[in-house]
Antibody, heavy 119, light 107 residues
């Protein structure tokens, strides 16, 4: 069974940093792209970033470029999102998802971790 | 850009639901997916490649397209189907865009 479990969310002050983690199991992690998607309270889904299997390609939504960094450790079956210079508008539930883009889909999702940016 | 309509759809169980997603420019149909999200839950993949059902998705859900217009149809809405639905596309690079969502509510 495919499982994705996010952790690392919490309350952080504006300008602060946070590192999210996503532990993957039930599939060959090193064979898939992975994505982060977020959802602000009461709002829709917003894709944040994705990363190729060997980290050779990374893509970001414009609003987080230069502030967020996506990475992965295939030996640990883990995905990460380093978030710096956090703003109030980054407040959201952050989901990791298996990015099966060859088939045009995010086919498995974690349950999400809440990040709140507030003073 | 993906534009979903209507914003809210009010139906009774047993009725047919038709949800629309319009792309601002031509996209490869392979790269259009639909998701269902219930309150407090993660999104769930329903349809990929515009018309292929994901694993364990009931056959009352179907996807179709014509040009840049994509449609999710629920043939007979069940009580458990009421939720928010999102369409999603991949751009030329593997970056992703979601529509703003359609809320399916009980009439």
């Amino acid at each position: 069974e495919v499982q994705l479990v996010e952790s690392g969310g919490g309350l952080v002050q504006p300008g602060g940093s946070l590192r999210l983690s996503c532990a993957a199991s039930g599939f060959t992690f090193s064979s898939y792209w992975m994505s982060w998607v977020r959802q602000a309270p009461g709002k829709g889904l917003e894709w944040v970033a994705n990363i190729k299997q060997d980290e050779s390609e990374k893509y970001y939504v414009a609003s987080v470029k230069g502030r967020f960094t996506i990475s992965r450790d295939n030996a640990k079956n883990s995905l990460y999102l380093q978030m710096n210079s956090l703003r109030a508008e980054d407040t959201a539930v952050y989901y990791c998802a298996r990015d099966n883009w060859n088939y045009g889909m995010l086919d498995y999702w974690g349950q999400g971790t809440l990040v709140t940016v507030s003073s | 850009v993906l534009t979903q309509s209507p914003g809210t759809l009010s139906l009774s169980p047993g009725e047919r639901a038709t949800l629309s997603c319009r792309a601002s420019q031509s996209i490869t149909s392979n790269y259009l997916a639909w998701y269902q999200q219930k309150p407090g839950q993660a999104p769930r993949l329903l349809i990929y490649g515009a018309s292929s059902r994901a694993t364990d998705v009931p056959d009352r859900f179907s996807g179709s397209w014509s040009g840049t217009d994509f449609t999710l149809t629920i043939s007979r809405v069940e009580p458990e189907d009421f939720a928010v639905f999102y369409c999603q596309q991949y751009d030329n690079s593997p970056s992703i865009t979601f529509g703003q969502g359609t809320r399916l509510e009980i009439k």
